[in-house]
């Protein structure tokens, strides 16, 4: 059974999980499009493949 310190104790947990996750996600996303804003050789023979104009 739970006590009232742990039922207390359960709400805070989930937001912090939350910012987590989010970080993590905005550090993929940041670090993805990083490599295209920089001009990595493998993302520019990438676009340079996919591009529209031949």
Partial sequence: MM???DVQGL???KPAAL???KGL???AF???GG???LGAPM???SFQQNS???
């Fill in 11 to 13: 709400p805070r947990r």
């Fill in 3 to 5: 006590s009232m310190s």
């Fill in 19 to 21: 910012w987590v996750l």
């Fill in 35 to 37: 490599t295209k804003i």
């Fill in 30 to 32: 940041l670090s993805a």
């Fill in 25 to 27: 996600l905005a550090v």
């Fill in 43 to 45: 993302m520019v023979e």
């Fill in 52 to 54: 529209l104009q031949g």
